[in-house]
């Protein structure tokens, strides 16, 4: 993908949004699993908070 240079504020926006998605699917799939495990552990820090887990919901304890 090509770098240009862009006019206004919103535009620099969608391209810096569009470069960040290019580089996101050019990861290793290690990297993005291990991605989307933190997510995982986030939430349900997050979901924890406000009610009991079932032992599906909770994230695997795995490192990639």
Known sequence: ??????KYE???IFCAKK??????????????VRIL???QR???LLLQRHRTMHLWERPWDIVP
């Open 1 to 6: 993908m090509s770098e240009q240079k862009p």
């Open 10 to 12: 919103a535009e620099s």
């Open 19 to 32: 470069n960040w998605h290019v580089k996101q699917a050019n990861l290793p799939l290690r990297e993005k």
């Open 37 to 39: 495990l933190e997510l």
């Open 42 to 44: 986030q939430d349900f």
